[in-house]
Nanobody, 126 residues
């Protein structure tokens, strides 16, 4: 059984930082691509960042480039999202997802991800 458990969300002032964690079980982050998506009120679940199964390639949505960093700890089977210089428009529920295909490519398309965590709320005040 595949499970993803996110943590690390919270309330932070604009300009602050948070680090989200996504602990995986049932699949290893070294064989499946992983991604972070977010859903703001009234919006769809939108792509934020992804990392390929090899860990050497990352992708970011344009508005978070230079501020967010996706990484992983293979020993802990955990993926992280370091978020710096946070803005009020980053307020959303953040979800991590794990890819459908073993050794498949990372993607910005949420349909490429099979399992999701429960989400963690990030609120950025102005």
């Amino acid at each position: 059984q595949v499970q993803l458990v996110e943590s690390g969300g919270g309330l932070v002032q604009a300009g602050g930082s948070l680090r989200l964690s996504c602990a995986a079980s049932g699949r290893t982050v070294t064989t499946y691509p992983m991604a972070w998506f977010r859903r703001a009120p009234g919006n769809e679940r939108d792509f934020v960042a992804a990392i390929n199964w090899g860990g050497g390639t990352t992708y970011y949505e344009d508005s978070v480039k230079g501020r967010f960093t996706i990484s992983r700890d293979t020993a802990k089977n955990t993926v992280y999202l370091q978020m710096n210089s946070l803005k009020p428009e980053d307020t959303a529920i953040y979800y991590c997802g794990i890819g459908k295909a073993k050794y498949g490519p990372a993607s910005t398309d949420r349909s490429s991800y099979e399992y999701w965590g429960q989400g963690t709320q990030v609120t950025v005040s102005s």
